[in-house]
C-alpha cells in the first residue's frame, strides 16, 4: 500500500511546465511528501521532499495543499531528459522509521 | 564520496543455484535499503536496514531470500535455489536522516 494515487501517464510539450498531480488523502501529521524519478534503466533519483510548506530546488517545485492531501510536483520548463516515471511516496521524515514504499509512478512523456 | 556501489552489475546463473548480491552504501549512511524491479513493473520493496535496529524483512518473497548488513556498512543480498521468477535489477540505496535515498545501478539477475 503506497498510500498515494497518481496518474498512471502524462504528455508534455517540450519547453513547457510539467505538473504532476498526486493524492495521498490519509496522509498523517508527520508523514512528508517524497518525489523521484527513475529514467529508463537507471536506478531512481531524489527531487524534493516538503512536509507542508511549498518547496522549490534546482530542479523542481513541489506544492502542497493546505489540507496537505494533494500536492503537484512542476518541472518549470521540460525538457526530453525529462522523460521518466516519477513516483509521489508519503513517509514519516526520519530515515529511522520506516521503508520507502514506491508505488506505480507516473510516466511522463515529454514531446519535441 | 563516491556514491552507492553494486557489485555485479550483471548475472547469469542456473536455476536452483545460489546468488549473492553487494551494496556498498555512501559512507556514513545509516540507512540500507534493498529493492527488486521486474522488466517493465514498477520497484518492489525487500529488506531496509537502519542502525542498529532489527531490519525490516516485511518485504522479502520467500524464504530463499535474506540479507545481511555487516559492520553497519556492506550489505549482501542472497537468494537461495535460484529460480526463473527471480530475473529481476536489484536496487539498493543507502540514506542519513534526512532520508534523501541514493540508489545504486544496480545488479541485473538473469536466471536461465
Known amino acids: 500500500d503506497a498510500k498515494t494515487t497518481q496518474p498512471t501517464s502524462m504528455d508534455c510539450a517540450e519547453g513547457r511546465a510539467a505538473n504532476l498531480p498526486c493524492n495521498h488523502s490519509t496522509i498523517s501529521g508527520n508523514e512528508y511528501v517524497y518525489w523521484y524519478r527513475q529514467i529508463h534503466s537507471q536506478g531512481p533519483q531524489y527531487i524534493i521532499h516538503?512536509?507542508?510548506n511549498n518547496e522549490t530546488n534546482e530542479m523542481a517545485s513541489l506544492i502542497i495543499t493546505e489540507d496537505r492531501k494533494s500536492s503537484t510536483l512542476i518541472l518549470p520548463h521540460a525538457t526530453l531528459r525529462d522523460t521518466a516515471v516519477y513516483y509521489c511516496i508519503v513517509r514519516v521524515g526520519r530515515a529511522g522509521n520506516t521503508p520507502l514504499v514506491f508505488g506505480k509512478g507516473t510516466r511522463l512523456s515529454v514531446i519535441a | 564520496g563516491a556514491g552507492v556501489s553494486q557489485s555485479p552489475s550483471n548475472k547469469v546463473t542456473e536455476k536452483g543455484k545460489d546468488v549473492e548480491l553487494r551494496c556498498d552504501p555512501i559512507s556514513g549512511h545509516t540507512a540500507l535499503y534493498w529493492y527488486r524491479q521486474s522488466l517493465g513493473q514498477g520497484l518492489e520493496f525487500l529488506i531496509y536496514?537502519?542502525?542498529?535496529?532489527?531490519?525490516?524483512k516485511s518485504g522479502l518473497p520467500s524464504d530463499r531470500f535474506s540479507a545481511e548488513r555487516t559492520g553497519g556498512s556492506v550489505s549482501t543480498l542472497t537468494i537461495q535455489r535460484t529460480q526463473q521468477e527471480d530475473s529481476a535489477v536489484y536496487l539498493c540505496a543507502s540514506s542519513r536522516d534526512r532520508a534523501e535515498a541514493f540508489f545504486g545501478q544496480g545488479t541485473r539477475l538473469t536466471v536461465v
Open positions: 536496514f537502519q542502525g542498529n535496529s532489527a531490519p525490516d
Open positions: 516538503g512536509l507542508k
